[in-house]
């Protein structure tokens, strides 16, 4: 299987063990390890303990309560009964590409005359484009719905009204200016929604405003819960409340794909497709849906996602797996100078800011991310020519990341995202005057923060404790990811039994573990460099995992990090 495995950071972590619960969730309850995991996840009372572990239409406000919800239904039901011309704006990312697939689908099933736009990252970049909207307007196109973007773009709102163009804004990104002048503008992170959840991504909105639309047809709209899955999954929103139930239920959906696209790409990944979890759309499915928009056009994936041909669905399968290894090179192309750059500053800033001419656009997310996961300091990616500047930013979650671009809005001719990834556009001219602006608010706001990662550790327990009905509990919680991650445990006093390095240049490190009668197989992935503080017995932090090899299931560790047991005990809440 090729694809993105997850990265450590090097180095020894500071560990955080969460505060016992003294009294259970929900009493009836006799398992305290399931009660603690989710009274860290902070699900307390016997209905949210229910409804989170079950993951089912309780988790789904009545999508009404979206704002402009009822004008935006209203206007599409019109276009529907008029034969209008409906085009779906979307994006290049798989969050934008799924949530167009459903809109575009789930429209046309209705009768609706409906055609996807899919803009091009290096030569449009992220946001609604008038010049798009101008080509729209000349084609006879009378509605234009966004997916995923818009909400920002208060001057092609303006446009699109001033041509006659009835513009619905579907998204979720955090708003950095008043709300567009629209038709209709759905999105839960607006200051006056009263949607109970502002977690949802954008294939979730447009998840949403389908539901409403079929709502007065008696239609439901479950069959592309496995395409929001994978919006919402990849675009790593937290997987709590409503996107729960999205992925558990979408998830199920991809193990038995009726999409032949996914099916292939589910095939030519290596999956075994009747056991696709969170974690393979996160590792494997979502970044090479990506790959198709960082290193070309995007449509590639949009085809793969909606094409009815068996003999369609395999070529474009292969296709993206070619993009995707283009992507894998470009990246580690881009990072291996990145690294240089980032590591040559790590002494005087707070945050990494790293800029070339020859930095590939499509790539400039993943550089920075890896530079977060090595480094641990906010990081930004810029491609620096022909008079322009623009880049992408990941963070940590002690730096917000578009509350610092927002202080240098006055420098930024655009700019948008979430608190942990955003990107930007700028003249060339006010790069430095950029630079210095966020290497001082990074200044300030990390002056006192440990810039080491920080495990947050589930639990303190035995290590002899986790038998199959343990680990089958514990699995009781998934999907994981952010907002629920996967639980993590602190074991004292393993006993080591063998260890060494493995994988290209020792980079990964494998031990053999006893714990009272039983042996256990751990894996630390980029802990290679450690295995020279390895000790006969040993503090362990660590996941619970399958191992599955010639058709046997075995629980095996995943080792985060670990201290000779000699070390101080950790204070609860420490």
Same mark, same amino acid.
């Given at each position: 299987?090729?694809?993105?495995?997850?990265?450590?950071?090097?180095g020894?972590?500071?560990?955080?063990v969460? $505060?016992?619960?003294?009294?259970p969730?929900?009493?009836?309850?006799?398992?305290?390890?399931?009660?603690?995991?989710?009274?860290?996840?902070?699900?307390?009372?016997p209905?949210?303990?229910d409804?989170?572990?079950?993951?089912?239409?309780?988790?789904?406000?009545d999508p009404?309560?979206?704002?402009?919800?009822?004008?935006?239904?209203s206007?599409?039901h019109?276009?529907?009964?008029r034969?209008e011309?409906?085009t779906?704006y979307g994006d290049?990312d798989?969050?934008?590409?799924?949530?167009a697939?459903?809109?575009?689908?789930?429209m046309a099933?209705?009768?609706a005359?409906?055609?996807?736009?899919?803009p091009?990252?290096f030569?449009?970049?992220?946001?609604?484009?008038?010049?798009?909207l101008?080509?729209?307007?000349d084609q006879g196109?009378?509605?234009?719905?966004?997916?995923?973007?818009?909400?920002n773009?208060?001057?092609?709102?303006?446009?699109?009204?001033?041509a006659?163009l009835?513009?619905?804004?579907?998204?979720?990104?955090?708003?950095?200016?008043?709300?567009p002048?629209a038709?209709?503008?759905i999105?839960?992170?607006?200051?006056?929604?009263?949607?109970?959840f502002?977690g949802?991504?954008g294939?979730?909105?447009?998840?949403?405003?389908?539901?409403?639309?079929?709502?007065?047809?008696?239609?439901? $709209?479950?069959?592309?819960l496995d395409?929001?899955a994978?919006?919402?999954?990849?675009?790593?929103?937290p997987?709590?409340a409503?996107?729960?139930?999205?992925?558990?239920?979408?998830?199920?959906?991809?193990?038995?794909?009726?999409?032949?696209?996914l099916?292939?790409?589910?095939?030519v990944?290596?999956l075994d497709?009747?056991?696709?979890e969170?974690?393979?759309?996160?590792?494997?499915?979502?970044?090479r849906l990506n790959?198709?928009?960082?290193v070309?056009?995007?449509?590639?994936?949009?085809n793969?996602?909606?094409?009815?041909?068996?003999?369609?669905?395999?070529?474009?399968?292969?296709?993206?797996?070619?993009?995707?290894?283009r992507?894998q090179a470009?990246?580690e192309?881009?990072?291996?100078?990145?690294?240089?750059?980032?590591a040559?500053?790590?002494?005087?800033s707070?945050?990494?800011?790293?800029s070339?001419?020859?930095?590939?656009?499509?790539?400039h997310?993943?550089?920075?991310n890896?530079?977060v996961?090595?480094f641990?300091?906010?990081s930004?990616?810029?491609?620096?020519?022909?008079?322009?500047?623009?880049?992408s930013?990941?963070s940590?979650?002690?730096?917000?990341?578009i509350e610092?671009?927002?202080?240098?809005?006055?420098?930024?001719?655009r700019?948008g995202?979430?608190?942990?990834?955003?990107?930007?556009?700028l003249?060339?001219e006010?790069?430095?005057?950029?630079?210095?602006a966020?290497q001082?608010?990074?200044?300030?706001?990390l002056?006192?923060?440990?810039?080491?990662?920080?495990?947050?550790?589930?639990?303190?327990?035995p290590l002899?404790?986790y038998?199959?009905?343990?680990?089958?509990?514990?699995?009781?919680?998934?999907?994981?990811?952010?907002?629920?991650?996967?639980?993590?445990f602190?074991?004292?006093?393993?006993?080591v039994?063998?260890s060494?390095?493995l994988?290209?240049?020792?980079s990964h490190?494998?031990?053999?573990?006893?714990?009272g009668?039983?042996v256990w197989t751990a894996i630390?992935f980029?802990?290679?460099?450690?295995?020279?503080e390895?000790?006969?017995?040993?503090?362990?932090?660590y996941?619970?995992?399958?191992d599955?090899w010639?058709?046997?299931?075995?629980?095996?560790?995943?080792?985060l990090?670990?201290?000779?047991?000699?070390?101080p005990?950790l204070?609860?809440?420490?």
């Amino acid at each position: 299987m090729q694809g993105d495995a997850p990265r450590l950071d090097r180095g020894h972590k500071r560990w955080k063990v969460l $505060a016992s619960l003294k009294e259970p969730c929900r009493p009836e309850d006799g398992s305290p390890l399931i009660n603690q995991l989710l009274h860290n996840r902070g699900i307390d009372g016997p209905e949210l303990v229910d409804a989170f572990l079950n993951a089912d239409q309780r988790l789904t406000p009545d999508p009404f309560r979206l704002p402009d919800m009822p004008q935006a239904v209203s206007r599409i039901h019109e276009a529907l009964l008029r034969g209008e011309k409906i085009t779906i704006y979307g994006d290049f990312d798989t969050d934008g590409l799924t949530g167009a697939a459903i809109l575009v689908q789930g429209m046309a099933a209705l009768g609706a005359r409906v055609t996807p736009y899919i803009p091009s990252r290096f030569e449009e970049g992220h946001g609604l484009k008038i010049s798009a909207l101008e080509n729209m307007k000349d084609q006879g196109v009378s509605l234009v719905i966004t997916v995923d973007c818009g909400i920002n773009d208060n001057e092609a709102a303006d446009f699109a009204r001033s041509a006659g163009l009835d513009l619905i804004i579907t998204d979720h990104h955090t708003l950095t200016a008043p709300v567009p002048d629209a038709l209709a503008v759905i999105n839960p992170k607006r200051p006056d929604s009263s949607y109970p959840f502002d977690g949802l991504c954008g294939a979730g909105v447009a998840y949403r405003v389908l539901e409403a639309i079929y709502r007065s047809t008696g239609r439901s $709209a479950d069959s592309y819960l496995d395409l929001v899955a994978l919006g919402t999954v990849t675009d790593m929103v937290p997987l709590l409340a409503e996107n729960r139930f999205l992925v558990k239920k979408g998830t199920e959906l991809l193990k038995n794909s009726r999409r032949p696209g996914l099916r292939e790409l589910i095939r030519v990944s290596g999956l075994d497709g009747s056991k696709i979890e969170a974690e393979d759309i996160a590792w494997v499915l979502g970044p090479r849906l990506n790959a198709a928009g960082r290193v070309e056009h995007a449509s590639l994936s949009y085809n793969l996602l909606t094409t009815a041909s068996v003999e369609e669905a395999a070529k474009l399968a292969r296709a993206l797996e070619e993009k995707n290894a283009r992507r894998q090179a470009l990246t580690e192309e881009v990072l291996a100078t990145a690294r240089d750059q980032a590591a040559a500053m790590l002494e005087r800033s707070k945050i990494l800011i790293v800029s070339s001419p020859h930095y590939h656009s499509g790539v400039h997310g993943l550089v920075a991310n890896r530079l977060v996961d090595e480094f641990y300091r906010p990081s930004i990616v810029m491609e620096t020519r022909d008079g322009k500047g623009h880049g992408s930013g990941r963070s940590i979650p002690e730096f917000n990341m578009i509350e610092a671009l927002m202080e240098c809005r006055d420098l930024l001719s655009r700019y948008g995202g979430h608190p942990g990834a955003a990107g930007f556009a700028l003249a060339e001219e006010n790069v430095p005057r950029f630079i210095e602006a966020l290497q001082e608010i990074a200044g300030r706001q990390l002056e006192s923060v440990d810039l080491r990662p920080e495990i947050v550790i589930d639990i303190e327990m035995p290590l002899s404790v986790y038998l199959g009905k343990n680990y089958r509990t514990i699995r009781k919680l998934a999907p994981f990811g952010k907002g629920n991650p996967e639980p993590v445990f602190l074991s004292r006093g393993v006993q080591v039994i063998d260890s060494r390095v493995l994988g290209n240049g020792g980079s990964h490190l494998k031990c053999k573990l006893r714990a009272g009668n039983a042996v256990w197989t751990a894996i630390g992935f980029d802990l290679g460099e450690l295995a020279g503080e390895i000790t006969r017995s040993i503090d362990i932090v660590y996941h619970l995992h399958i191992d599955r090899w010639c058709n046997q299931e075995m629980i095996e560790l995943h080792l985060l990090d670990f201290r000779p047991s000699a070390s101080p005990p950790l204070k609860k809440g420490d």
